[in-house]
T-cell receptor, first 117, second 113 residues
Framework: AQKITQTQPGMFVQEKEAVTLDCTYD???????LFWYKQPSSGEMIFLIY??????QNATEGRYSLNFQKARKSANLVISASQLGDSAMYFC??????????????FGTGTQLKVEL | GAGVSQTPSNKVTEKGKYVELRCDPI?????LYWYRQSLGQGPEFLIY????????DSGLPNDRFFAVRPEGSVSTLKIQRTERGDSAVYLC???????????FGPGTRLLVL
């Protein structure tokens, strides 16, 4: 079974600084995908960024980048130039194939990020 | 365009009652997923639909839980004889195809008293 580990229950960062949220994973599947989602206090899960296991380059989306180290089985999220609106819970997730050809997500326990002035 | 919508946003019920939670996916998305998120945890997979059929229901905790998607669009998660342990946020997600990014709705917060 796949497993996602997020070891930082809470993180603080100063506004305009960069922050790294850690994620390690465990899988025996040679083909997999890694996702980061943001969950504000309103509860909705917002997709941020995706990295495929065969992608040669680290994924980037605006201020978000994914530091993918395959040998270490880590997929850390880097947020540059933090903003107050970045304060939220952040979840790392891995795609796992389901019967019937779909893909279900296995989530970590999340990291609560607080951006301070 | 419109995102995934879920109704009701909040539901309070008594132990033993029956509840229905509704999910309206993004138009044109063929894959639909239900997840359950307990307090302080990440979401956990419940069931996946491809079109009208439940392709994988391995995450449903027991036979009190059932979900349908009769016309391949809107889905309803049904919980019979609710228990206090069923209290959680129930999240629905949809994707254009089976291997693509899932987009989530705002969730339904279920509280069983």
């Amino acid at each position: 079974a796949q497993k996602i580990t997020q070891t930082q229950p809470g993180m603080f960062v100063q506004e305009k600084e960069a922050v790294t949220l850690d994620c390690t994973y465990d899988t025996s599947d040679p083909s997999y995908g890694l996702f980061w989602y943001k969950q504000p206090s309103s509860g909705e899960m917002i997709f941020l960024i995706y990295q495929g296991s065969y992608d040669q380059q680290n994924a980037t989306e605006g201020r978000y980048s994914l530091n993918f180290q395959k040998a270490r089985k880590s997929a850390n999220l880097v947020i540059s130039a933090s903003q107050l609106g970045d304060s939220a819970m952040y979840f790392c997730a891995m795609r796992e194939s389901t019967t019937g050809g779909g893909n279900k997500l296995t989530f970590g326990t999340g990291t609560q990020l607080k951006v301070e002035l | 365009g419109a995102g995934v919508s879920q109704t009701p946003s909040n539901k309070v019920t008594e132990k033993g009652k029956y509840v229905e939670l509704r999910c309206d996916p993004i138009s044109g998305h063929t894959a639909l997923y239900w997840y359950r998120q307990s307090l302080g945890q990440g979401p956990e997979f419940l069931i996946y639909f491809q079109g009208t059929g439940a392709a994988d229901d391995s995450g449903l905790p027991n036979d009190r839980f059932f979900a349908v998607r009769p016309e391949g669009s809107v889905s309803t998660l049904k919980i019979q004889r609710t228990e206090r342990g069923d209290s959680a946020v129930y999240l629905c997600a949809s994707s254009p195809g089976t291997q693509e990014t899932q987009y989530f709705g705002p969730g339904t917060r279920l509280l069983v008293l």
